[in-house]
């Protein structure tokens, strides 16, 4: 009970913090949406720019994530690493990342430097150089993030085969970090034909977390970023994916400790089309199967029946196309793939058969709310919510209403989605099977 009315409290507090963002555009089109968190006198500044792998033509794969790089590499006025030097001289931190949906720059600092950084993030949004032996340079380091983190990876070089075999059309076949031919036939001049047509005010979304006045940091937006020009930033043109009409599959066979298991399933997510309750009854099916201990898949598969080594599922709601619903597995010694299959294929007909029980649909809302309550201990976080919202096309205040359209699922809507998306003709099975034993995953 204790536990409980301290995570009503908690949320009590979070729907006033949430409603207490100010938001902005400046003249030229960029957003801006500050959060005050007077905790401690940092802030979290973040950047993002609506571009990401999913915006990228066949053969042109990995434009974003490389030109992210670049973007530590200098400007008319900064020396290349000087933006990172600069900032850890302040006593902050900095970073970036591409996703399918966007790239996102951002800095941790004491708020009396905030100032320096936006005038930094102002100055690359503009300035930008890309230099070719910069580039090259850089490239290189790119290509072998790609070796490490897939190619020599059979877990990575899975989920890339699964992806580009499940999607026809829908550009979440690419991967973020392209293919390597892709790299291998890059030039700086694309980059700067990609910074150009992506990196402007009217594409960007300033977002500051911390201890800080909204009208301030507004203040601060417009000295740094107003006189930048607005841009002619392209009108994508998404290509429908076409329904697909049976079971696919696809084999991997490279060397590896452990066979694995990656299933997909094409769901909807918010915004896509679906019925407004429809993302969320996935959300609750997702934590149903793979929520904790106590979940279906590890308390089942792992534990009780010991089929698996590791079981899994997950479901993002929060994407700019409709995706993939994921579940996975990792036999255990003695058992193999098509047990674990057989298995997880199980697990969705269970879901099919009967509703879930009001225990466990109690357990996975109040997992929700925890998670929100710590969340909110971290300035990044928030930052991320609004940001990642934002970018994608949604509006921020979902962040508002999440626990409550959670609350709303019944029994009955997750028997519903799972009955209708989690079906043989949504479904995409890869399969890893070692090449030898010995290796490493």
């Known amino acids: 009970m204790r536990f409980l009315t301290s995570l009503v409290l908690a949320l009590v507090f979070l729907g006033s913090a949430h409603a207490s963002v100010t938001e902005a555009t400046l003249d030229n089109g960029m957003r801006v949406l500050v959060k005050r968190d007077a ?55 900095e970073n970036a990342f591409t996703s399918r949906d966007y790239t996102a720059y951002f800095e941790t600092l004491a708020v009396e430097h905030l100032d320096k950084a936006l005038e ?15 580039f090259l340079r850089e490239l290189e380091v790119v290509k072998e993030e790609r070796r490490l983190r897939t190619d020599d990876k059979p877990t990575g070089l899975l989920y890339e085969q699964l992806m580009s075999t499940a999607y026809r059309a829908s550009s979440y076949q690419n991967p973020v970090i392209g293919w390597m031919n892709d790299l291998d036939q890059m030039k700086v001049e694309d980059l700067k034909r990609w910074y150009d047509m992506w990196y402007q005010p009217n594409n960007a979304t300033l977002v500051v977390v911390g201890d800080v006045e909204g009208a301030d940091v507004v203040a601060i937006a417009k000295k740094h970023f107003g006189s ?37 399933y094409k769901v909807p997510v918010i915004g896509s089309g679906a019925e407004e309750w429809e993302p969320y009854a996935l959300a609750v099916l997702s934590s149903i199967l793979d929520g904790g201990d106590s979940a279906r898949l590890t308390s089942e598969m792992v534990r009780e029946q ?11 709601a929060y994407s700019r196309l ?32 009967a509703p879930i029980s009001s225990d466990e649909l109690k ?3 109040t997992q929700a709310v925890a998670q929100k309550v710590f969340a909110a201990d971290s300035f990044m976080s928030q930052a991320m919510e609004l940001g990642s919202l934002d970018s994608i096309g949604l509006d921020w205040r979902l962040v508002n209403v999440e626990i409550e359209n959670l609350k709303k699922v019944t029994p009955e809507q997750v028997q519903a989605v799972a009955k209708k998306y989690l079906v043989e003709r949504n479904l995409t099975i890869a399969r890893l099977d070692p090449e030898q034993t010995g290796a490493q995953q």
Do not use: C
Request: net charge negative; aromatic share 6%.
């Open 39 to 93: 905790r401690a006198p940092i802030a979290v500044s973040m950047v993002w720019y609506r571009i990401g792998g999913s915006y990228e033509e066949p053969g042109s794969t990995g434009l974003s994530h490389v030109l992210e790089h670049m973007m530590f590499r200098g400007t008319k006025n900064t020396e290349p690493g000087e933006f990172s030097r600069t900032i850890s001289a302040l006593g902050g931190s």
């Open 228 to 264: 930048i020009p607005r841009g002619d930033v392209p009108q994508l043109r998404e290509t429908p994916e076409p329904p697909q009409r049976g079971l696919t599959r696809v084999n991997v066979s490279v060397p590896a400790k452990q066979p694995y298991l990656l299933m997909g």
């Open 306 to 316: 010991k089929l698996a080594a590791s079981a899994g599922a997950s479901y993002d």
């Open 322 to 353: 409709p995706s993939l619903f994921l579940m996975d597995g990792v036999p255990n010694e003695g058992v193999n793939l098509d047990q674990i299959e057989q298995a997880l294929l199980e697990q969705v007909k269970r879901l099919h058969d």
């Open 363 to 365: 357990r996975v809302v």
């Open 120 to 134: 930094l993030e102002a100055d690359r949004m503009r300035n930008m150089t890309l230099n070719n032996d910069e």
